[in-house]
Antibody, heavy 117, light 108 residues
Framework: EVQLVESGGGLVQPGGSLRLSCTASGFTFSSYSMHWVRQAPGKGLEWVSY????????YYADSVKGRLTISRHNGKNSLYLQMSSLRDEDTAVYYC??????????WGQGTLVTVSS | EIVMTQSPATLSVSPGERATLSCRAS??????LAWYQQKPGQAPRLLIY???TRATGVPARFSGSGSGTEFTLAISSLQSEDFGIYYC??????????FGQGTKVEIK
């Protein structure tokens, strides 16, 4: 079974840092591009970042550029999101998702990041 | 950036009735359009891609249509497990990949 499990969320003060992880199983992780997508409380879905299968191509949403860094370790079947200079508006559930046939499938269960003093 | 606009924001439907959800793109996305379903407390789930191709395990009562800038998701006979929020998403011009704001399908 294809599975994605996020971890690392929590409460952090404005300006702080946090590192999210997404552990993949049930498929050849190194063959797939991956995404992070977030959802603020009660709001819709916002694409955050993309990384190609090799890690050579990376994209960010303008809202997070320069503050969030996506990376992956194919040997550990893991995707990461290093978050720094966090703002109140970064509060959201963060989902990792596999990129397959140009769609997001499947999604992990999400991890909640709360930025608050 | 392509802006995706969904309507209505909320759709009240009785079980067994048909539901029709709309999605409009600010510029043509060809047939590069997907629909996702999200139930409370759960992650989104891919329903349809390529406008009209159902993802694995998606019941035949879900159907998608349209092209260019106007798209529709139809649920032919709403079941209790179909209530939730539905998002359209374009993957024609990226980055960024963009989602609509969602349509909530609720019990009438």
């Amino acid at each position: 079974e294809v599975q994605l499990v996020e971890s690392g969320g929590g409460l952090v003060q404005p300006g702080g840092s946090l590192r999210l992880s997404c552990t993949a199983s049930g498929f050849t992780f190194s063959s797939y591009s991956m995404h992070w997508v977030r959802q603020a409380p009660g709001k819709g879905l916002e694409w955050v970042s993309y990384i190609s299968s090799s890690g050579s191509t990376i994209y960010y949403a303008d809202s997070v550029k320069g503050r969030l860094t996506i990376s992956r370790h194919n040997g550990k079947n893991s995707l990461y999101l290093q978050m720094s200079s966090l703002r109140d508006e970064d509060t959201a559930v963060y989902y990792c998702a596999r990129y397959d046939y140009q769609t997001f499938v499947p999604w992990g269960q999400g991890t909640l990041v709360t930025v608050s003093s | 950036e392509i802006v995706m606009t969904q309507s209505p924001a909320t759709l009240s439907v009785s079980p067994g009735e048909r539901a029709t959800l709309s999605c409009r793109a600010s510029q043509s996305v060809g047939r590069n359009l997907a629909w996702y379903q999200q139930k409370p407390g759960q992650a989104p789930r891919l329903l349809i891609y390529g406008v009209s191709t159902r993802a694995t395990g998606v019941p035949a009562r879900f159907s998608g249509s349209g092209s260019g800038t106007e798209f529709t998701l139809a649920i032919s006979s709403l079941q209790s497990e179909d209530f939730g929020i539905y998002y359209c998403q374009q993957y024609n011009n990226w980055p960024p990949w963009t989602f609509g704001q969602g349509t909530k399908v609720e019990i009438k």
